[in-house]
Every structure is written in structure tokens, then in C-alpha cells.
């Protein structure tokens, strides 16, 4: 045989052996597939206040005017008290509802201490009687503080209580000889997706 013949049946042997071997992978594939769809669902965020209540007075307290819910429910603000004796105070429940889709968590909580300014002879002194006497709180319903970190799940509501009190246990020399203005009352609690 001469060498030409013998690489023309190498030739068509490697082909045949190709062959072969290529219909043998092929009866050993398999072809796995994955299919699905999926659906993004709007989502919001909405905690508000809701539900404010009229003033619970003790003592001899006033309401002068009664706070208002504002600015999409997330604002109660613009209420005046007035305070005669010490005993007095005022509070106000109202709820904090997430109406959106994500849980939420106290991230702060900012409840200033009440500023005084005095009139008149001694108004240092009758600022300083007053302030160091009045206790400003802001807590939930049962009277268990609002700390950081406290969730607020989605759907779910919180009933809070805001108190100002003038204490009782005020002595006759601490009472003010002149009006006593109190500000600094803004208190605020910011919420964070959980």
C-alpha cells in the first residue's frame, strides 16, 4: 500500500472515529432550562399621627388653644396652655400609624428641655422656679418611653401621651411673682426604614 492510499483511509478513519464519538456525547446531553416571571409591587412610606385628642386638664390648667394635625399629618403643633398652681398639667394621646409598605424604627428622639422666660423685678429667679418645676414628656400610652430603635411594623399603630406638668411638689417660695413664659416644646421623633 502506498502512502498515499494509507492517509486517504486515515483520513476517513479519524472522520468515521469523529463521528462516532460525536453521536455518543450526543446520546449522553440533556438540555436544562429555567423559566419564571416576576412582579415589583409599588411600595410607600407613610407614618403619620392621627386620632389627636382634646386636652385632659388637671389642676387648675387651661387650654388656650388646641393643637391642630398639619403638613400631611406629620406635624401637631400651634397649642397654648396656661398653668395657675402647681399640680397643673395637660396631656394629649394621639397614635402614630405606618400606612406604608416597609417596617419602621425610631432612629431619633429629640424631647427638649422646656426654656422659661421671666417678667418683670425677678424674672431670672421666677424663670429658673419655673423651669427647674415643670416635666415635659413624651412616652407611649402604658408611660414607657420612646427610645431608638423601637419599630413601627407596617400597618401597625402606636398610641403615644404628651404631658406637661407644673409639679406639685412646687414650695410657695419657688412660685413665680410675675407670668413666666415657657417655649422650647418642639419635640421631635424621626422615623427609619427597619
Same mark, same amino acid.
Given at each position: ?119 418683670? =423685678?425677678?424674672?431670672? +429667679?421666677?424663670? *429658673?422656679?419655673?423651669? /427647674? @418645676? $415643670?416635666?415635659? %414628656? &413624651? !412616652? #407611649? ?5 420612646? =427610645?431608638?430603635?423601637? +419599630?413601627?411594623? *407596617?400597618?401597625?399603630? /402606636? @398610641? $403615644?401621651?404628651? %404631658? &406637661? !406638668? #407644673? ?9 413665680? +411673682? ?17
Amino acid at each position: 500500500m502506498n502512502n498515499k492510499n494509507f492517509k486517504v483511509i486515515m483520513a476517513v478513519g479519524v472522520i468515521a472515529l469523529i463521528a462516532v464519538v460525536g453521536v455518543g456525547f450526543a446520546a449522553f446531553s440533556t438540555n436544562l432550562k429555567i423559566n419564571g416571571s416576576g412582579t415589583v409591587k409599588a411600595s410607600s412610606w407613610k407614618i403619620k399621627f392621627a386620632n389627636l385628642s382634646t386636652a385632659t386638664l388637671t389642676g387648675q390648667a387651661q387650654e388656650v388653644t388646641a393643637p391642630t394635625l398639619s403638613n400631611e399629618d406629620t406635624h401637631i403643633g400651634d397649642y397654648d396652655v396656661t398653668f395657675t398652681s402647681p399640680g397643673d398639667s395637660i396631656t394629649y394621646t394621639f397614635d402614630v400609624k405606618n400606612e406604608g409598605t416597609f417596617n419602621a424604627k425610631v432612629s431619633s428622639v429629640v424631647i427638649p428641655t422646656p426654656t422659661c422666660t421671666g417678667n418683670g =423685678a425677678n424674672a431670672t +429667679t421666677d424663670a *429658673s422656679n419655673v423651669c /427647674k @418645676n $415643670l416635666s415635659y %414628656t &413624651l !412616652t #407611649y400610652a402604658d408611660g414607657s418611653p420612646i =427610645a431608638e430603635n423601637d +419599630t413601627l411594623d *407596617s400597618n401597625e399603630t /402606636k @398610641n $403615644l401621651k404628651l %404631658t &406637661l !406638668t #407644673y409639679s406639685a411638689d412646687t414650695v410657695a417660695s419657688e412660685l413665680p +411673682t410675675d407670668d413666666v413664659a415657657i417655649s422650647n416644646l418642639e419635640t421631635t421623633v424621626v422615623y427609619s426604614q427597619n
